[in-house]
């Protein structure tokens, strides 16, 4: 079957798109016929060797699908139009989880799909779980124009809470915006912005899928038991922090780390989706797409997630 693998770990451009990759084996889970996969950060870093997983190459990319069941178990039946969270989702087909495979919403896309699990339930977890978030809340989210950052802006205006998003353009201030935002920020100049916003007391939680410089300024950004959430490190650099900030504002750093959390945790799993189910209905939520790809350009899709272009979620079509 086609599908985008690593044979060097030389970044985006050097993915190949091979036609004999070997067929997944269904185990006790599904067996997807691909139409859509989504593109995450962890791509970025595969591509480069510089994951926590390390597999040795050649392998495939690609975390999050959507497409059609072709074997299901006593979960799924055959047809299913479905979305999952996988390993090797750049591919004509993939296998994964039952636990972590989920029946598409009514009237979704399947590039939609493809735009869901790993976003939608990390910032449900990062924010609900890790973040305790409230109904009133002040949340900034930065890289709001992105796909994690527009799901958390969703998720966190779904919980009832006042959304700041931060971004670097106009055009990623109109994803925040459709996103549902209630004030959006630039990135320079963006504390000070947001205590004049929030009249000084600053916010109860900051949501940081970025990391770098920015860092020690989102705990500045904290009102009294605020929480920064240590989502990802878009920007490269992994930040260090003097901790009596925290002391001063009696303020937390908490670590999302959603994967490893819920691997062996499937009720949990799914307690996440039935929530996420319900903001869907209400129309709370529904993932904001970037441009879609062709598989045989998945290398420039991966790439746009390095440059950091990516306005939404941004998808690559596997098949029609």
């Known amino acids: 079957m086609r599908a985008l693998q690593v044979h060097e770990l030389e970044g985006p451009h050097a993915l190949r798109l091979v036609d004999d990759a070997p067929e997944p084996e269904r185990g006790d889970g599904v067996v997807i016929d691909v139409h859509a996969a989504g593109v995450a ?41 479905v979305m999952a969270f996988t390993f090797g989702g750049f591919a004509e087909r993939a296998a994964a989880p039952a636990t972590m ?15 869901f699990v790993m976003n939608y339930h ?11 978030m409230r109904e009133g ?12 950052g527009s799901a958390a802006v969703q998720i966190a205006h779904g919980g009832g809470a006042r959304t700041i998003a931060v971004v670097s353009t106009d055009a990623k201030e109109e994803v925040a915006r459709r996103a549902g935002a209630d004030g959006v920020v630039r990135t320079d100049g963006w504390l000070d912005a947001v205590r004049e916003s929030t009249g000084g007391r600053g916010a109860d939680i900051v949501l940081d899928p970025v990391g770098g410089e920015r860092f020690a300024d989102s705990v500045r950004a904290l009102a009294p038991e605020g929480r ?30 959603w994967g490893a959390f819920v691997g062996d945790k ?33 290398a420039a899709a991966v790439a746009r997630l390095e440059e950091r272009g990516a306005l939404g979620k941004v998808v690559v079509r596997v098949r029609d």
């Open 41 to 81: 950060f962890p791509d970025v870093l595969l591509s480069r060797g510089l994951y926590q997983l390390k597999p040795d190459p050649p392998f495939t990319l690609g975390s999050e699908v959507a497409g059609t069941v072709t074997e299901g178990g006593d979960a799924f039946s055959a047809g299913e139009r």
């Open 101 to 115: 495979t989920f029946r598409l919403p009514e009237g979704w896309s399947f590039e939609e799909g493809a735009a």
């Open 122 to 132: 990390t910032s449900h977890f990062a924010l609900h779980r890790r973040g305790r």
């Open 137 to 148: 809340d002040t949340v900034i989210v930065h890289g709001a124009g992105g796909g994690v």
């Open 228 to 257: 920064v959430l240590v989502v990802g490190f878009a920007e490269g650099e992994i930040p260090t922090l003097k901790v009596n900030r925290l002391l001063l504002r009696n303020a937390d750093v908490v670590g999302v780390a």
């Open 266 to 298: 499937p009720d949990f799993s799914a307690e996440i989706q039935a929530d996420l189910e319900r903001l869907a209905a209400a129309g709370a939520v529904r993932p904001i797409l970037d441009a879609e790809y062709r598989l045989e350009d998945g």
